[in-house]
């Protein structure tokens, strides 16, 4: 089944959800993953730790209300300074 508008193969479902080939992504994701848990941990970051203090910034959150809101939003800005960034370079490399 081709598509007729670019004259390539319609991609499958999977093909869709993960982005290219299930297997493939998920490979690569897996690798990430260990490299990514690997540097963490060697800064002393721990899951149990990340997961603690997520929960935590909820109950907060609940507790003191928009107040937690304002520590949320400058954690995303503070995120958002590093992930931009990033996610504009690897726009612009794939681009080539």
């Known amino acids: 089944m081709t598509d007729t508008t670019t004259d390539r193969p319609s991609r499958s479902f999977g093909e ?11 490979l690569r994701l897996v690798i990430v993953s260990l490299l990514v848990g690997f540097v963490m941990q060697s800064f002393g970051f721990d899951v149990r730790d990340l997961v603690r203090g997520a929960v ?32 504009l370079l690897l726009r612009l490399t794939r681009r080539r």
């Open 16 to 26: 869709r959800l993960f982005g290219g080939n299930p297997a493939g992504v998920i």
């Open 56 to 87: 935590d910034i909820f109950r907060d959150a609940l507790r003191d209300g928009f107040r937690e809101f304002r520590h949320i939003g400058s954690y995303i800005l503070t995120g958002a300074a590093v992930v931009i960034p990033i996610w």
